[in-house]
């Protein structure tokens, strides 16, 4: 409280005698001066910043960002991507970091989103069949696209065991091996989540993003967490609902779960902020 009264009288003094008249008649510090401090707020008991310390990142340069990735509706399309990290075909350096061996059965030639691409070793004498991972990079689309964090983006459940499943816009009875068919124990962990909305009658899609940092204190299982509204945008390529279906259905295909896997078993190559107790608190 004593912080947030010294960050006002500062912030007044400024205004007062360091400040201009913006067009729209609104006072504006002069950017030779500053506030030394910032407003704090109590969050369980510890005293943190009330808003991020971190400059937004202007809007133009996420619209650019997310032209670049998502150059087309497949993943065939993302030609950037392919080729961001590490060395081109045919080129001397190391080789992307999201290709992968695979064997040449694996490969689906007419699926637009099957990258593959065969890659000499040993001068040439060994080929080797590789196909590409969008995973990291419909990661980095969703944070362009929704006001997430790369935490909250990477922990993301892809809902193969819900009871319902997405399918281009409508929501139809899970059919995978692992989904909870029963309608009277409903599981809905996805981050794609079906509502039903009494007031209009009718299903709706909304996001689950099932982790909230703070917020989540004290929390279990499915309560942790919040559910977003978000809106379905015309252009596919600018679309969030498209590109979670999209990537689940090639996770299911080239991917698949073979079983869930709790938070537990997560180790520092996945998450090494939270403890075993709060992994343990997740469903």
Known sequence: VHI??????????????????????????????????????????????SQSVRSPLPYGYIAEL?????????????????????????????????????????????DPDCVWRKRP?????????????????????????????????RLLDSGESDTWKYVGGEWINNDHRLAVKSHEKIHQQG????????????????LYINTNKTADLGLSGPEKGYLMPWFAAPDPTQNVFYWLEKLRNWQTKFNPVKRRVSWTELDGRHINAKTEDQRRSYP
Do not use: C
């Open 4 to 49: 947030n009264y010294i960050h006002d009288l500062f912030q007044w003094v400024l205004l007062e005698g360091f400040s201009d008249e913006a067009d729209d008649g609104e006072l504006v510090v002069s950017p030779a001066y500053r506030n030394p401090l910032t407003r704090a707020a109590a969050v369980n008991g510890s005293t943190k910043h």
């Open 191 to 206: 981050v794609l989540r079906r509502h039903h909305d009494p007031i209009r009658n009718a299903v709706e899609t909304l």
């Open 121 to 153: 070793l040993k001068g040439g004498t060994v080929v080797v069949y590789q196909m590409w991972s969008p995973v990291r990079w419909v990661a980095l689309l969703l944070k362009l696209l929704l006001p997430l964090r790369t935490g909250q983006v």
């Open 66 to 110: 997310r032209s670049m990735l998502a150059e087309g509706p497949n993943f065939r399309d993302w030609k950037f991507a392919q080729s961001a990290q590490g060395a081109a075909m045919g080129k001397l350096g190391a080789p992307g970091r999201d290709w992968y061996n695979v064997d040449s059965t694996t490969i689906d030639r007419d």
